[in-house]
């Protein structure tokens, strides 16, 4: 697989491919490679992104003093080695895998320690995980769009008491509402999920604008808020793009939301251009690699990962930012709160940028920018 070319990317960012990487050949974007002794900073993206999401922090950081570096995460863009087989083994999908890798491109790149890890959606579940397990390597943590609510507990001092009730079943509580409804990252684990997005009627390209679009602050009808529980009726207040209609795929989903001609000219944040990078690696991969970190999750793969760390805390200086109009603050009822005031003891802010939805460090990158290197610089 060859690199990105150097016409899609910021002046000072370059594509590279770094081979044998946990049985992988990982492609990474980076800036401030041409000194060397700076710190390190790792930014992982989420779903249905790339490494080229950072493209707009990669040369503020360098300009900062930093090695920034960006990796395709395993099952995306130009990062090969990982199976597309829906029917493959997804143990390498797991977190413990994937912080193999993220160690893997750091000591590729000659860094024995990242100044913090950053992560996006998908990716901050993943730089928390990376924190957690080794705070010796990820020195502060940065995490935005998705807020870590802790480790799961492990039932304690059980023996001889009866077994806990098993808890209600959210799935079908949610389709048996008047408007019956599933939730999309059990949707996102199905089989049918990967052709559902590759093969849209309206093409992969008119897909991620309407993904992007609906999940953002242009969309005007997202307003988010706390939920009291992980109960149907409350999760069911969530946008068809995280409770969707029962009956229908992703693509029809976002497909009712594709903005107007006007709109996307208007456009200044993922511009055409942009979304045709997005589009052309995703029309290429298809969607699977990055969905089988759904199917990690609904299959409780990560809990089981997390359950050897039971008990133990974020104690890195850590800062969360995200979009004001981001439901995934709440998408998970509880985790904000859970994240300032007991999983993360060092949390210092927590920043809701105004006019950002889902897509935060690219809907509003010089805002993000500042409290990045402001938090990198202060801590």
């Known amino acids: 697989m060859e690199p990105l070319p150097s016409s899609v990317l910021p002046a000072g960012v370059r594509s590279r491919i770094l081979p044998g990487i946990n049985g992988l050949d990982v492609h990474v974007l980076e800036a401030g490679y041409e000194q060397k002794g700076r710190l390190a900073v790792l930014l992982l993206h989420g779903f249905p992104e790339l490494a080229y999401s950072w493209r707009k922090q990669l040369p503020a950081l360098a300009a900062a003093g930093y090695h920034a570096i960006a990796p395709d995460q395993r099952g995306y863009g130009r990062t090969t080695g990982w199976s597309a087989d829906y029917d493959a083994d997804l143990s390498a999908f797991r977190f413990m895998g994937l912080l193999h890798e993220a160690i893997g491109v750091l000591y590729a790149l000659g860094h024995k320690t990242a100044e913090a890890i950053v992560g996006h959606d998908f990716g901050a579940a993943a730089a928390s995980f990376h924190a957690l397990v080794r705070p010796d390597i990820f020195r502060r943590m940065v995490l935005m769009s998705a807020p870590f609510g802790g480790v799961p507990s492990v039932p304690f001092d059980t023996a001889g008491k009866p077994p806990a009730p098993k808890p209600s079943d959210i799935h079908a509580a949610l389709a048996a509402l008047p408007r019956p409804r599933k939730h999309y990252q059990w949707y996102q684990s199905t089989r049918e999920a990967n052709e559902n997005q590759w093969h849209a009627r309206q093409g992969v390209h008119d897909f991620l604008r309407a993904y992007y679009h609906h999940k953002s602050a242009d969309w005007k009808a997202d307003k988010p808020h706390e939920l009291k529980g992980w109960i149907a009726e409350e999760l069911a207040k969530m946008p068809t793009y995280y409770i969707m209609d029962l009956a229908e795929g992703m693509a029809e989903t976002v497909a009712k939301e594709m903005p107007s001609a006007a709109e996307i000219a208007a456009n200044k944040w993922l511009t055409d251009a942009e979304l045709k990078v997005y589009s052309g690696e995703y ?16 299959a409780g793969l990560i809990e089981r990962e997390y359950a050897a760390f039971t008990g133990r805390t974020i104690d890195q200086p850590s800062t969360f ?16 709160e859970r994240m300032q005031k007991s999983a993360c003891t060092n949390m210092k802010e927590i920043h809701l940028v105004p006019g950002a939805g889902h897509w935060v460090q690219q809907e509003q990158p010089d805002e993000v920018n500042r409290l990045l290197i402001q938090f990198l610089k202060t801590t």
């Open 283 to 298: 029309g290429r991969t298809g969607f699977q690699g990055g969905l089988n970190w759904y199917r990690v999750r609904t």
């Open 321 to 336: 930012i995200s979009g004001a109009s981001d439901w995934g603050n709440y998408q998970s009822p509880g985790a904000l």
